[in-house]
């Protein structure tokens, strides 16, 4: 029953593959306004999380939010998760030669320049832009592979045919809960991790530290890695153009805070990752 459930994935995806920008703008509205408006418990947290950030909002644009702006962004950041879903599929038409159809990148030359430390490379991202296509390209622009840490999909055709999209371009992808060996023997070998840290953590494995303005439960594994390992941490997001292409932004490294109190500096580097 799984095998076929992975086939009509694949014929489906296939189909979606060959969907036109114009198609995608189309679908992505549609789709995403219905998610919105079917979807109550997750229409109702990210209206509930934008509130409780509005403050940061104004602060950053320097203009005043009314309720009917926050609920204008959490429908269009609906929109937005419905497209990077469709265009998934797309992937399988990316190559070397065209990449640059798809996506553009600036600032490959920070990890090339950590690389040569030889201490390994963290990639500090999160569900920005379009996650999956920047690792997805990323062996193109850098000229080596990266290892991604990812939670499993808790349905196992998916999980089959998201793992075969993310690896089909050298990339490899370790389960988050159970990968510590395999990303600490990865980093000894200079390999470069790419981790989403915005994702919420459990009190046990993370530490409360600000977040746009608020305190947040945030993962506190990348902070020890780095400690750990020497490896240098990049900042790296994706954000869509106007003309549908994607546009990777690599900043230069993060210089961590050594105070000498290892507690100390967990809390200190999660909030400045954050």
């Known amino acids: 029953m799984e095998e076929l459930v992975y086939r009509l994935f694949v014929k489906i995806l296939t189909g979606v593959s060959t969907i036109s920008n114009r198609g995608l703008d189309f679908w992505s509205r549609f789709l995403g306004d219905l998610w919105f408006k079917c979807d109550t418990k997750h229409r109702k947290v990210a209206l509930s999380n934008l509130l409780l950030v509005g403050s940061e909002l104004e602060k950053h644009r320097n203009e005043n939010f009314s309720y009917q702006d926050i609920y204008e962004i959490a429908r269009l950041n609906f929109r937005h998760i419905a497209r990077v879903f469709l265009e998934i599929p797309r992937f399988r038409h990316i190559n070397a030669e065209n990449v640059n159809h798809f996506v553009t990148c600036s600032g490959a030359e920070e990890v090339k320049k950590a690389l040569d430390e030889g201490r390994g490379v963290i990639l500090l991202t999160g569900h920005f832009g379009n996650w999956e296509i920047t690792a997805h390209v990323a062996p193109f622009f850098l000229g080596t592979p990266i290892n991604i840490l ?26 988050r809960k159970s990968s510590a060996r395999k990303v600490l023997r990865s980093l000894k070998n200079n390999e470069i991790i790419g981790i989403l840290q915005d994702q919420r953590s459990s009190k046990h494995d993370g530490v409360t530290v600000p977040f746009l303005g608020r305190p947040a439960i945030t993962h506190k594994g990348m902070a020890i890695l780095a400690a750990r390992t020497g490896a240098a941490v990049i900042p790296v997001f994706s954000h869509r153009k106007k003309d549908g292409r994607y546009h990777i932004e690599i900043h230069p490294k993060l210089y961590l805070i050594d105070t000498g ?14």
């Open 261 to 274: 109190d290892v507690k100390k500096d967990i809390i200190l580097n999660s909030a400045l990752f954050n």
């Open 150 to 175: 990812a939670r499993p999909l808790d349905f196992p055709p998916l999980e089959r045919l998201i793992t075969e999209i993310r690896c089909s371009t050298g990339n490899r992808v370790f389960a």
